[in-house]
């Protein structure tokens, strides 16, 4: 399992961009790369999923044409570039790592391989 780092969270006022990063211990390369967000009182949820190969991205309804998911130059990076946030996107942000992208697009959360710490956005109108 690879230990997973995100960071680039913050607060921005609704509209604006933010760019979260998650950086591996290892590569990441042979493995689909997702991002989950929980807000308060709400149950942890699906945000975007990269595969393996980077050839297939998956979004949830709610980010679908705002935000977007992509490996970094190396192999130990992946990024969600968030766009025309709202204040419904406020949540803390996790990385998520498997073997398969249908379990982190599926939302099968406790199959998932890695988890990481979590990183706070918040969003204000």
């Known amino acids: 399992q690879a230990r997973l780092v995100e960071s680039g969270g913050g607060s921005v006022q609704a509209g604006e961009s933010l760019t979260l990063s998650c950086a591996g211990s290892?590569?990441?390369?042979?493995?689909?790369m997702g991002w989950f967000r929980q807000a308060p009182g709400k149950e942890r949820e699906f945000v975007a999923a990269l595969s393996r190969t980077g050839g297939s991205t998956y979004y949830a309804d709610s980010v679908k044409g705002r935000f977007s998911i992509s490996r970094g130059n190396g192999e130990n990076t992946v990024s969600l570039q968030m766009n025309s946030l709202k204040p419904e996107d406020t949540a803390i942000y996790y990385c998520?790592?498997?073997?398969?992208?249908?379990?982190?697009?599926?939302?099968?959360?406790?199959?998932?391989?890695?988890w990481g710490q979590g990183t706070q956005v918040t969003v204000s109108s």
């Open positions: 290892r590569g990441l390369g042979d493995y689909a």
């Open positions: 998520a790592s498997n073997p398969n992208s249908w379990v982190l697009y599926k939302n099968l959360q406790s199959d998932i391989d890695s």
